[in-house]
């Protein structure tokens, strides 16, 4: 700023990532949608693989977002409701990759059932904590660029066990699939960004409104003011007790937070057959500030 001027500058942050990675929140709007979708997609390409097993495809893998945070990963596991049914096996970055244990896991599920569906996170890492699929690329925060790691994981099944195998990307669509958002999300969502007003109106600064879980069933939440310095620059894990023993699945604690997160459809207008979205204007709002600030 310059010399001798100061502005009062109130910050109030809105939780909103669909790696569901903030911490104090129960979860983070966004999350809710993309875990429906991904179950919902999983759940559907299933079925064509299991249709498809006997003469052509036995093994899919859907590669989700997640760098270090395996919600989304975890979130496929609620396609399935039933012992056999998808996902057989999950490959979370919590988690490090051991190649002898993982293809144990798909040659038993190609035994049991003739097919095999995997749902693995971009971040999956080995057992040195390295991406498995990290190139010598690095994105506007130094972070290292990930390649891709469903098809290396399904050419090492291929040349391992000989099975076919096909592998999907969702990447963006999961993240902008507004046609089957969750109505819970959607909810959450909306009080988020009421709260986030109310707090600033009342000069309230360095907070957050967070989801508080008051119950999982019935799924009850509030929202309360987390303190932006608790916030920042801190990342939420699936912690150990929602992550199988084996490494592969997530535990009855994992589904009873995940489930109530999906219910509910919040369907956008439809016209002439597809969604019918607001476009904003974007317009600039007036300058008021007409100090220049010194670097």
Known sequence: MGAGVAYPIVCVGIPKTIDNDLPITDCSPGF?????YLATSLREAALDVA????????VFALEVMGRHAGWTTAACALAAEHEADAPHVLLLPEVAFNEGRFLAKVEEALKRYGHCVIA???????????FLSASALEDSFGHAQLGGVAPLITN???????????WAVPDYLQRSARHIASETDVQQAYAVGRAAVE???AGRS????????????PYRWDIIAAPLAEVANQEKLLPPDFISDDGFGITDAARRYLAPLIVGEAYPP???GLPDYVKLQNVAAPKKLTT???V
Do not use: Q
């Open 156 to 166: 090492l099944i291929s040349t391992k066990l000989g099975c076919k195998c096909h």
């Open 199 to 201: 707090f600033a109106i």
């Open 32 to 36: 809710g949608s993309v875990a429906k």
């Open 120 to 130: 693995l996170s971009e971040g999956v890492k080995g057992p040195d904590g390295e």
């Open 292 to 294: 220049e600030f010194a």
């Open 206 to 217: 360095a907070v957050m409104p967070a989801i508080r879980r008051l119950s999982d069933s």
């Open 270 to 272: 439809f016209k002439n």
């Open 51 to 58: 249709a498809m097993s006997r003469t052509s495809t036995k």
